[in-house]
Nanobody, 125 residues
């Protein structure tokens, strides 16, 4: 069992930055690929970025490429999402998730075993 807790969301002006954190419980954090997804009301949950368990590979959705970066610290059981040059279209609830899959499967929300509760990110224009 893995429990995930996101933090770091909030209100930011367009062009600004935020860093989200996701702390995981348990001793097997390094066994999981980690991903960030986002969702706005009335829409499907959208893939944002993901990283393999070793940190050797990352996957990034086109809308955030060049602006968002995922990183992980296996010693701290934490994954981060650095978001730069934010725009109002980035407004959403952001979720971190843990997956036993690897590779491009990490783009698929159905491949994830555990989810956090989400943190709201609001970007004002």
């Amino acid at each position: 069992q893995v429990q995930l807790v996101e933090s770091g969301g909030g209100l930011v002006q367009a062009g600004g930055s935020l860093r989200l954190s996701c702390a995981a419980s348990g001793r097997t954090f390094s066994s999981y690929g980690m991903g960030w997804f986002r969702q706005v009301p009335g829409k499907k949950r959208e893939f944002v970025v993901a990283m393999t368990r070793s940190g050797g590979s990352t996957y990034v959705a086109d809308p955030v490429k060049g602006r968002f970066t995922i990183s992980r610290d296996n010693a701290k059981n934490t994954v981060y999402l650095q978001m730069n040059t934010l725009n109002p279209e980035d407004t959403a609830v952001y979720y971190c998730a843990a997956s036993l899959y690897s590779g491009p499967y990490l783009r698929d929300p159905l491949r994830y075993n555990y989810w956090g509760q989400g943190t709201q990110v609001t970007v004002s224009s």
